[in-house]
């Protein structure tokens, strides 16, 4: 197995069959072109009739397989990440370096969702936070084999900052093991660091914060050709409709995200998870009472769960949650999947100009607070909205024209020259 499909260009020799309860057997398997990597080789049993499986199991391993040309061997070219260092900054924050030490890049496809490589942080044995590959190296050093990458974690962020004291800091990259590399075995760093700086501020729980209303509202046709009339007031509030919002959690590391539209949301700050069985799966945002979510990823369904405890089997008062859909990769009946996406068919972020809150729903449910977003407002009807983990880019809200578009390499809360391209976002407006 490469990933979780079966690897390219391969054939085998099948086991002889046994009828006792027992036997032992040899099995060769070769590959007819092209460099391979195996990162499983997969064993199952079935009964004698060769349609029912009985068992199946997954053992990790590391073969490489080169391509012969004119008889002579050519070595697998992988690129090979490694973190090279973590570094103490000021006001404890944290900085990383991550280099490609193989001799190949890694590829565009790596560094975003649903295959990005991800990169997760530890803090004395506890997640302290999660990245994709893009958040931290949106110029693509890495895609250069040699290159190498330093990311300030989460400079914005005051619960990712170190209290007083001594930490055993580890990243690991590529936690998920969506890459294959030359040398799989090195992609760790733990250092004791030691923070003297003033306490790191706690946020609070925004228990009292309630959902939006999503209110309809009526379309509008905007000539684009013209010069609209521009609203001098500005809107109580506007709805940026996304085209399929998605959760994506990756058990291994526990890292949570939620994308949109190619860019993510939430990094998954002030989410809980609890990994019950290598199937069974507890998520909620700490601001939610009373419920939480169970995925089961065997039956690939979401259930709403209240009056339980969160991260106990034992689930009681339960209702499947229908408009939410359970995407799989990798895995088995035995063992956890690689990753597995929360699709959901209704999302929207919601923001109110007047008192600057913004949050992103799906689901009926608030899944960022927008705690880590910061947010513009140029005119009354041009605002400027962006993720704190965000480089180079940023989106800009035209509430009279009813778009959004994403402006690369302008000054955040400017209007200047810079490279446009619209998005496609739905623009609601409540005036």
């Known amino acids: 197995m490469t990933g979780s499909n079966t690897s390219p260009g391969y054939a085998a020799s099948g086991s002889k069959l046994y009828t006792a309860v027992k036997g032992s057997g040899n099995q060769s398997f070769t590959f007819k072109s092209g460099n391979v990597k195996v990162n499983r080789v997969r064993f199952q049993i079935f009964d004698k009739t060769k349609k029912k499986l009985l068992f199946e199991k997954f053992v990790r391993a590391n073969y490489k397989y080169p391509k012969v040309v004119g008889g002579n061997t050519t070595p697998v070219k992988l690129p090979d990440l490694v973190v090279s260092k973590i570094k103490l900054l000021d006001k404890c924050r944290l900085s990383i370096t991550i280099k490609n030490k193989g001799n190949a890049g890694v590829p565009d496809s790596y560094y975003n969702l649903p295959k990005a490589v991800s990169v997760q942080m530890y803090n004395n044995g506890k997640p302290w936070g999660g990245l994709i590959l893009k958040g931290i190296d949106p110029k693509h050093k890495l895609k250069s084999p040699g290159g190498s990458v330093s990311h300030i974690w989460f400079p914005n962020a005051q619960n990712l900052k170190l209290s007083p004291g001594n930490h055993i800091i580890k990243v ?28 790191a501020v706690q ?9 939006i209303p999503n209110t309809t509202i009526p ?16 809107p109580k509030r506007f709805f940026l409709d996304f085209n399929g919002a998605y959760i994506v959690y990756v058990p291994s590391s526990k890292t949570l995200q939620v994308a949109a539209n190619n860019n993510v949301l939430s990094y998954g700050s002030g989410w809980q998870r609890a990994n019950l069985k290598s ?19 065997s039956r690939k369904e979401v259930y709403l769960v209240k009056g339980s405890k969160f991260g106990k089997i034992g689930d009681t008062n339960e209702k499947k949650i229908n408009n939410i859909a359970v995407d799989v990769v990798g895995g088995s009946s035995s063992t956890a999947p690689t990753r597995f996406l929360l699709k959901f068919n209704k999302s929207y972020l919601v923001f109110v100009p007047s008192s600057k809150t913004l949050q992103v729903i799906a689901g009926g449910n608030v899944l960022s607070y927008g705690s880590d977003w910061k947010t513009c407002k140029l005119k009354p009807y041009l605002y400027q909205l962006k993720q704190n983990v965000w480089k180079g880019f940023h989106w800009q809200v035209n509430t009279s024209r009813k778009i959004v578009e994403r402006i690369s390499g302008g000054q955040f809360c400017k209007i200047v020259s810079a490279s446009r391209t619209k998005l496609n976002i739905g623009v609601r407006v409540v005036k």
């Open 172 to 199: 690991i990259v590529d936690s998920n093991k969506a890459l294959a590399e030359s040398n799989e075995n090195n992609n760790a760093l733990k250092t004791k660091l030691n923070c003297k700086s003033a306490t």
């Open 203 to 211: 946020p609070g729980t925004n228990s009292g914060v309630r959902i």
């Open 219 to 234: 379309s509008a046709n905007v000539n684009i050709g013209t010069t609209p009339i521009l609203n001098k007031k500005a």
């Open 279 to 297: 199937y069974l799966y507890h998520l909620r945002l700490k601001t939610w009472k009373g419920f939480y979510w169970k995925i089961n990823t």
